[in-house]
């Protein structure tokens, strides 16, 4: 996933972006503590951004707004790369897929 956060612009850019879905999840004092954020083509959901402050991870917040935003994305499937929460996606119903992300004009890798 694209790492947007060290960019204001940027990230407004990204969670406003046409065919984009954002959660976003405020504590008592209206501060954001996590969003979810999907983008979608109709038939498949693709999450781009899951993201919980460590001070609110382990109850439920992720999961939570992973429900509800593929829930607004109203699609049957939503396909997830991840190399940091693999544990977390373990955790819920579904199945595993090769992936790959290209690079366009780099060199391929040689196994
Ligand atoms: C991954 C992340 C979104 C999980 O959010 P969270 O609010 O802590 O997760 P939840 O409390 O909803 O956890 C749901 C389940 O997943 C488990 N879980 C959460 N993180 C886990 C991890 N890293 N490894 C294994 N299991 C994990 C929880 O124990 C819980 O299981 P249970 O229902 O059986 O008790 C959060 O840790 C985070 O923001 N990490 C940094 C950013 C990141 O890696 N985002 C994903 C990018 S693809």
Avoid: K, N
């Avoid at 209206?30 to 001070?55: I, K």
């Amino acid at each position: 996933m694209a790492d947007v956060s060290a960019d204001p612009d940027r990230a407004l850019r990204a969670l406003l972006a046409p065919g984009a879905t954002t959660v976003v999840a405020l504590d008592d004092d209206d501060t954001v503590v996590g969003f979810a954020h999907a983008l979608t083509d109709g038939a498949t959901a693709y999450l781009a951004q899951l993201l919980v402050a460590p001070e609110h991870r382990g109850r439920g917040l992720g999961r939570q707004m992973l429900a509800e935003v593929f829930q607004r994305c109203r699609v049957g499937r939503m396909d997830v790369i991840t190399h940091t929460a693999e544990g977390f996606y373990e955790t819920l119903p579904h199945r595993r897929f090769a992936g790959f992300r290209l690079y366009p004009g780099r060199r391929p890798a040689r196994g």
